[in-house]
Nanobody, 119 residues
Framework: QVQLQESGPCLVKPPQTLSPTCTVS??????????WTWIRQTPGKGLEWIGY???????YYSPSLKSRTSISRDTSKNQFTLQLSSVTPEDTAVYYC???????????WGQGTQVTVSS
């Protein structure tokens, strides 16, 4: 069974970087055609897709966030990490990691982690 678990600091001060990590169990992040995704949810904007790191290590980011976004992975730990730099209070959200399969919507989700950006 594939399980995903987010972790990381819950409070970040602007303009620092928020960096939740997703730990995956029950499957390898290098399995072909799996895409490991970060999504966030805010009250005003709902769900917002941030980007993914693919099984190959390639990345793709939302154009609106690309300049501030980096997703990396540690295959030895079966983890991938979001780095969103220069944060403001508008980046306050619940951050989810998820797995997407090619041509599909996210099928496995973590429970989410609340990240608050505040001075």
């Amino acid at each position: 069974q594939v399980q995903l678990q987010e972790s990381g600091p819950c409070l970040v001060k602007p303009p620092q970087t928020l960096s939740p990590t997703c730990t995956v169990s029950g499957g390898s992040i290098t399995t072909n055609y799996h895409y490991w995704t970060w999504i966030r949810q805010t009250p005003g904007k709902g769900l917002e897709w941030i980007g993914y790191i693919a099984y190959s290590g390639s990345t793709y980011y939302s154009p609106s966030l690309k300049s501030r976004t980096s997703i990396s992975r540690d295959t030895s730990k079966n983890q991938f990490t979001l780095q969103l730099s220069s944060v403001t209070p508008e980046d306050t959200a619940v951050y989810y990691c998820a797995r997407e399969d090619y041509g599909s919507s996210p099928s496995y989700w973590g429970q989410g982690t609340q990240v608050t950006v505040s001075s």
